[in-house]
């Protein structure tokens, strides 16, 4: 994965020390060729090529939504296939194993093309490796400002699945989940319709009645997208569509964990309510996630939408106070989880991998510590001095690759 560097051990075993997360102890791992040849436990380590006894092992990382990163746009008519496996190599070296590009609303012509984009790029096998298929946010979304979020509103269009089937045969059949607002007409058919197809359905950028949602849910429904977002700005206490989506257990929420799109405050309700079995991180990450504060054309390519990263690391859509995305790494977002809920790392970790990979029905291993085991590991230490727990990756491992 990548060009090759002069890194300990690069003709030979590896060494990483570390405790594996929801363990106690220390351990001394040997990885030989991507294998992990040896694990030993206790004291008396020799000196290892990365961590120490106080390092942290993680397992890799499955982020279901994203729209792009350290420069890289899959939006537009710009984007390429080698754009994806770009961005496949520098997700791994935040421990992303497995990740969904998300498409979101544009042009039919520029979102068929980012389709054939991600189609093109699955004939590689490194990006077959590590993304199970692509997430279409848009264009089956509410028109109305608020539940709108930053999606153009001019290219929103009604449910169709005469149009899905366009975008799914541009993507060469590889939409594995599609957000929609299933109050619009014919939503609940549209939903059935998508069930039928082997789609997975999520909720997102709505404005739908607790009768709607139980009703998408009753047709086959099974997530929400980036929940506690894409709201009207101003919610009746009461009757408003976050509590029914809380409040159903068949609902899992995919929560963007930067604490800018949901408050920690209601990060750690929204986790207790949920359960964390049937929570989701995600980074909904765009282009200008890893660049500098500033000014940055809005990652759609919609001409005239421009977007500002603020040093805070918040991205607003330019005069207004509407979220644009993301600037978060998944790993932050483990963090953030762990330190503001009730969650365990352990738990946050599983948020951030098989949580969804079992939602998503996507076969995956993200790492299993035992000799014999390919190496999916990240090892880091915490940076605690710093507002949020800052992550300083020592090490990664991806599908035996060593990307750090």
């Known amino acids: 994965m990548g060009t090759s560097v002069d890194i300990p051990g690069a003709n030979g075993a590896v060494t990483v020390c570390g405790i594996p997360v929801g363990s106690g102890r220390p351990v001394h791992i040997t990885i030989r060729d991507g294998i992990i040849e040896a694990i030993t436990q206790g004291g008396g380590f020799g000196r290892p090529d990365y961590g120490t006894r106080s390092s942290i092992i993680g397992p890799t990382l499955f982020d279901i939504q994203v729209n792009g990163g350290n420069g890289i746009n899959l939006q537009g008519p710009k984007a390429k296939p080698g754009d994806v496996l770009e961005l496949t190599r520098f997700l791994a070296t935040w421990g992303v194993s497995k990740w969904v590009p998300t498409i979101t609303t544009n042009t039919f012509a520029n979102m068929e093309h980012a389709c054939r984009v991600i189609a093109a790029a699955l004939e590689d096998p490194e990006v077959a490796r590590a993304v199970p298929g692509l997430h279409l946010e848009g264009p089956f979304l509410s028109p109305l400002d608020g539940p709108r979020g930053a999606h153009a509103k001019r290219y929103v269009r009604e449910p169709s699945l005469r149009d899905f089937d366009k975008l799914n045969r541009a993507s060469g059949g590889h939409v594995l989940y599609t957000t929609v607002a299933p109050e619009l007409p014919r939503g609940m058919a549209f939903i059935e319709g998508l069930v039928k197809r082997g789609v997975t359905v999520a909720l997102g950028h709505h404005h739908a009645s607790e009768d709607q949602i139980a009703e998408a849910v009753d047709a086959g429904a099974r997530l929400c997208t980036h929940l506690g977002n894409g709201l009207a700005a101003e919610l009746d206490r009461h009757s408003n569509p976050l509590w029914p989506q809380l409040a159903e257990d068949r609902l899992a929420a995919a929560i963007i964990a930067d604490l800018h799109h949901v408050p920690p405050d209601m990060l750690k309700t929204m986790v207790r309510m949920k359960g964390s079995d049937n929570v989701i991180l995600t980074s909904d990450a765009v282009r200008i996630a890893g660049l500098k504060p500033g000014m940055y054309p809005h990652h759609s390519g919609v001409k005239g939408m421009m977007v500002e990263l603020l040093p805070s690391g918040r991205i607003n859509l330019c005069g207004t106070n509407l979220l644009s995305g993301s600037a978060l790494m998944l790993l932050q977002g483990v963090l953030n989880a762990t330190r503001e809920t009730d969650m365990t790392l352990e738990q946050s970790f599983r948020c951030a991998s098989m949580i969804p990979a079992e939602i998503l029905g996507v076969k995956a291993d993200f790492g299993t510590l035992k000799p014999g085991a390919v190496a999916?590991?990240?090892?880091?230490?915490?940076?605690?001095?710093?507002?949020?727990?800052?992550?300083?990756?020592?090490?990664?491992?991806?599908?035996?690759?060593?990307?750090?």
């Open 376 to 404: 999916n590991l990240i090892v880091f230490d915490l940076d605690q001095s710093h507002p949020q727990w800052k992550p300083v990756i020592r090490a990664a491992f991806v599908h035996g690759v060593q990307t750090v």
